[in-house]
């Protein structure tokens, strides 16, 4: 069965760094792009950012350039999102998901981050 | 890069069939045949339910169907059922600066 699961949500203050990550099993992660999927809290769906299945090419949405990274680690079947300098407008559900081009075919049920003072 | 524009709600009768519009431009919709729909219900992850502008998942009921024309893709939903209920996104790989953008997302709603 394939299964995502997306840990690390919190509650931080603004300007807080936070690292999400996704465990993945029940396929083979090393053939597979990954990207990071977010919902504000009533809102729609904001692609965040990708990488690739070698870990080497990485894509992030305009907005999110230079404080949000991502990364995989194959050993551990794993998927990253290292959030920095927090702002409200980051607040969300943030997805993790498999990704071939446009098709998100496989999700997680997603981890919550809420960035307050 | 500005999402793409869908219209916020549709709503059908059981039984009949409805469209959803999903409009971009040249360098999104327009530019790729990488076009693709999900279904959330509330408070779940999304579902593909539509890849590549018209194919169909595996396990996807054939009631949905996807094209596009130009810079708008289109999903079908025929036979409306109550399941169908549910918050519909169009995705759409951008020539932007951003790669991939999503739509505005449209709340289907069955009378």
Not at chain 1, 30 to 49: D, F, I
């Amino acid at each position: 069965e394939v299964q995502l699961v997306e840990s690390g949500g919190d509650v931080v203050q603004p300007g807080a760094s936070l690292r999400l990550s996704c465990a993945i099993s029940g396929f083979n992660f090393r053939s597979y792009w990954m990207s990071w999927v977010r919902q504000a809290p009533g809102q729609g769906l904001e692609w965040v950012a990708n990488i690739d299945a070698d870990g080497r090419l990485q894509e992030f949405a305009d907005s999110l350039k230079g404080r949000f990274t991502i990364s995989r680690d194959t050993a551990k079947n794993s998927l990253y999102l290292q959030m920095n300098s927090l702002r409200a407008e980051d607040t969300a559900v943030y997805y993790c998901a498999t990704q071939s081009w446009a098709n998100f075919a496989y999700w997680g049920q997603g981890t919550l981050v809420t960035v307050s003072s | 890069q500005s999402a793409l524009s869908q219209p916020s709600s549709v709503s059908g009768s059981p039984g009949q069939s409805i469209t959803i519009s999903c409009t971009g431009t040249s360098r999104d919709v327009g530019a790729y045949n990488y076009v693709s729909w999900h279904l959330q219900y509330p408070g779940k992850a999304p579902k593909l339910i539509i890849s590549d502008v018209s194919y169909r998942p595996s396990g996807v009921s054939p009631r949905f169907s996807g094209s596009k024309s130009g810079n708008t893709a289109s999903l079908t939903i025929s036979g409306l059922q109550a399941e169908d209920e549910a918050d519909y996104y169009c995705v759409s790989r951008t020539s932007g600066t951003t790669p991939y953008v999503f739509g505005t997302g449209t709340k289907v709603t069955v009378l």
